[in-house]
C-alpha cells in the first residue's frame, strides 16, 4: 500500500509538472502569435479601407453635398479672386460651399479645416499657409472619406491628399527668368547688367520652385558674367520674403540699394510676385535709381497698369478663373462617382505621389498684354 501511494504520487507530481510546462510553453508561443497577427490585422484594415474609398468615390455623393475650401488667406488679388470664385462655382454647380481663409495662421488653417470635417464636407480644397504643418487634420479627413485637394500649393508630408491643382511652378520660375534677360536686353543696352534676386515665402512650397526655374535660365547667365549680383545673394534662403510680404521685400530692398549701389545702376530684379515687384520698383525711385527691369506674377491689376505703362517690365498670368474652374471639375467628377481624373503629372510629397493637375501660365509683356487678356474683360480694360 505504501508503494502504491507512493507510486500515486510520484505521477501526481509528474502530471502537475507536465502541465506547469505545457502552461508556461503555451504563454512563451502566444506572444510571436500575438506580434504576427497584429501586423497582419494592420494590412487587412488598410485593404479594407482602401476599398472602402473606391467604393465611396464608385458611388459618388449628393448633388448638394457640403465642399469646404481652406485659402491661406486673403492679402493678395489672387486669393481674394479664389474666395469670390470659389463661392460662385461651388454654388453655380449645386454645391453648399464653406469657403475661409486663415489669416496665413497655421493653427487658424488647421482649426477651419477641423470645423469642415465636423460640418460633412465630402470634398475639402486646400490652398495651405504651409504646405507641410497640416498632416494629421488631412489625414483625419481621409480618414473620414474626405477627399482632399490641394489648390495652387502642394501638400507635403502627408498621405492625406488625392490631388493638387496648380500652374507649373517650375515652369513659372523659368517664365520670370527668361522675362528678365529679355528686359534686360531690350530696355538696358549692352551688359554686362547688375542685378538682384528676390524670392518668395519659404513656407509656400511653390516659392523654392519659382527660384529653381528662375536660376535654370538665369545661372548661366551669371556663370559667364553677363549678369553680376553685386550683393552675392543668390542662396534662395537670403532671398527669400518671409510671408510673401511687401514691406519686407521694400526694406531689403531699401538696404541692397544703400549697401551696394550707392556708385552702380541696378539694372535688373528678379521678383517673384506682382506685390514684392512694385515694392522693388518703389525703392529704387525713392533710392534715385532709373528703374530697372523688373519680373512678377499673378497679374495683378495694378502690376498690369504698370506693365502698360512701362514701370514694370512683366508678369506671369494665372487665371484664377481657370484653376478654381478645374478643381471644381475634379469635384463634379468625384460627385459623379467617376473618381479623381487622370492627372497630368505626378509628384512625390514626402509620404506618397501625388497627382498634380497641371496648368500653363502665361508671361505678360506690354507686347502682349491685350493678346493675353482678351478674353479677360476686367484687365483689358485697365490696357488704356
Known sequence: MKMKKRLS????ATLVATAAMTGCGGGRQAAPETTTAAPAQETKAA???????KAAEAAGFEAGATIGVS????????????????KTQLEAAGFKAIVQAADNKVPQQQQQIESMIQNGAKVIVVGPVDGSQLGSVLEEAAAAG????????????????????????????????????????????????????????PADPNAPNFFKGAMSVLQPKIDDGTLVVVSGQTDFTQCATLDWDNSKAQARMDSLLSGFYADKEIHGVLSPNDGIARAIITASEQAGQKIPVVSGLDAENESVEWVWSGRQYSTV?????????????????????KGMPAPDTSVNNGKKDVGVYELPPLVVTKDNAKEAFANDPGRLELLK
Open 9 to 12: 504520487l510520484l505521477m501526481a
Open 146 to 201: 474626405i477627399t482632399v485637394i490641394g489648390y495652387d500649393r502642394l501638400l507635403e508630408n502627408t498621405t492625406g491628399v488625392e490631388g493638387v491643382v496648380q500652374f507649373g511652378s517650375i515652369k513659372t520660375g523659368e517664365l520670370q527668368g527668361q522675362a528678365l534677360l529679355d528686359g534686360l536686353a531690350k530696355e538696358k543696352g549692352a551688359g554686362p547688367y547688375n542685378i538682384e534676386l528676390f524670392g518668395g515665402g
Open 47 to 53: 485593404e479594407t479601407k482602401a476599398e472602402e474609398t
Open 71 to 86: 485659402l491661406p488667406w486673403l492679402g493678395t488679388q489672387n486669393w481674394k479672386e479664389a474666395d469670390e470664385m470659389f
Open 317 to 337: 498670368a494665372k487665371p484664377t478663373d481657370v484653376l478654381v474652374g478645374k478643381t471644381v471639375e475634379i469635384i463634379k467628377s468625384l460627385q459623379e462617382g
